[in-house]
């Protein structure tokens, strides 16, 4: 991977040729920089990610376009777009074992976001090494069991595969737990953060 970053990371002739120059436009080829900021994590902070998929969820009313994102050491993240009364942020979603789930996560508090009885409130949140820069203190659940379709090719050509959407967000806001829960009862957790668009220095467009 890293031979091939180097080949392709040329010179921003590539960023003015392509015409790429918002998140929206990203297709898979594509290359981001992170801004060397500190409140990334280590992971992120300066870096450079090719994207290797474009996926969409189709929700009722809505559509979400999400990203898959690879670094030169191989990790894999998920990046999303978010727009709000003009102001342009991007969220960076890391996805979770088990294993890290129950060593992050008090399982008995984690067990009542899936209980529709109460207003599911996660405060007992372990630092675990890897983990700590994409944490949040509290956590409270604003999306309970929301119908979506999961379009692996990136369009609604035809009915995607159906999961059911539980979404928390951070007390202050910058981090989020998605999880989702498919036919069959498999279950994808993955915690994100959240930050401004100018987080992202240069795109690279792939001819």
Known sequence: MK?????????????????????SDLKVGDMIELDNDFSLPNVLRGNTFQVV????????????????????????????????????SVSFG??????????????????TVFDDEHSAVLTDITEVE?????LGSTYLRTEYAEPGYYHKSGEMEAQGEPFDHFELASNCGKFGLDIDVWDGGETDVSISMSRPINIIKHYWGHK
């Open 94 to 111: 890391l996805k979770l074992t088990p294993v890290d789930v129950e060593k992050i996560f008090n399982l008995d508090e984690f067990s």
């Open 53 to 88: 998929l474009r996926a969409l969820y189709e929700y009722e009313g809505e559509e979400e376009v999400e990203w898959v994102l690879k670094g030169d050491d191989g990790t894999t993240f998920f990046l999303s777009y978010d727009s709000e009364d003009g102001d342009e």
């Open 3 to 23: 031979s091939l970053f180097k080949s392709f990371f040329r010179t921003d002739e590539l960023k003015s040729e392509s015409g790429l120059s918002h998140v």
């Open 130 to 134: 890897g983990f700590s820069d994409w």
